[in-house]
């Protein structure tokens, strides 16, 4: 089975930090994402990248950005962490056509 | 990009009784796919079905099985001989050919025993 793993389950971090949310596939998938999800919003995509060194913007990038080094690891960085990024994160890859496969997601509070 | 509209926060359904979860969705795209996840208290996104859009026959899974009206761009999602551990968020989500996938809002599903 894919696994994708999300470094941390829960992190607690203070206003102004600069936070990074690792994740990493095993897979070999070209497509890796990154979402936030938030009561009665779902699921929103920050950012994506389909290939090593790619990234594009999704629905909501404001305030954050992402490193592709390696093909397995998708990095999300808060550059400095406000409140309102008190969120759920959710990593997921994929092949092409397929559905996704997510982590177990890390739960994130800005203090 | 895709929409996917929930309009249904919450739901309930008795043991053993179906349910059918609502979704509409809207892409320009002639070329997508339109998928169903369940996420329990574990927070762990499971796929529980994928349609593709060409297809004209509904997806089927075991108790899960969707009714796709293209035209309508609606895709429910219908749980038959609902069980305790069917009790979780689900989630409608629409894939167009660029690959980046769109979620709506949510269902909540409640399976009273």
């Known amino acids: 089975d894919v696994k994708v793993t999300q470094s941390s389950r829960y992190l607690v971090k203070r206003t102004g930090e600069k936070v990074f949310l690792e994740c990493v596939q095993d897979m070999d998938h070209e497509n890796m994402f990154w979402y936030r999800q938030d009561p009665g919003l779902g699921l929103r995509l920050i950012y994506f990248s389909y290939d090593v060194k790619m990234k594009e913007k999704g629905d909501i990038p404001e305030g954050y950005s992402v490193s592709r080094e390696k093909k397995e690891r998708f990095s999300l960085i808060l550059e400095s962490a406000s409140t309102n990024q008190t969120s759920m994160y959710l990593c997921?890859?994929?092949?092409?056509?397929?559905?996704?496969?997510f982590g177990s997601g890390t739960r994130l509070t800005v203090v | 990009a895709q929409t996917v509209t929930q309009s249904q926060p919450e739901m309930s359904v008795q043991e053993a009784e179906t349910v059918t979860l609502s979704c509409t969705y809207d892409?320009?795209?002639?070329?997508?796919?339109l998928f169903w996840y369940k996420q329990p208290p574990s927070r762990q996104m499971i796929l529980v079905i994928r349609q593709e859009a060409y297809k004209q026959q509904n997806a089927t899974e075991n108790r899960f099985s969707v009714n796709f009206q293209k035209a309508a761009k609606s895709f429910s999602l219908k749980i038959s001989d609902s069980q305790l551990g069917d009790a979780a968020m689900y989630f409608c989500?629409?894939?167009?050919?660029?690959?980046?996938?769109?979620f709506g809002a949510g269902t909540r599903l409640t399976v009273k025993p």
């Open positions: 997921a890859s994929s092949l092409n056509k397929d559905g996704y496969t």
């Open positions: 892409t320009s795209e002639s070329d997508y796919y």
């Open positions: 989500a629409c894939r167009a050919k660029n690959n980046d996938m769109r």
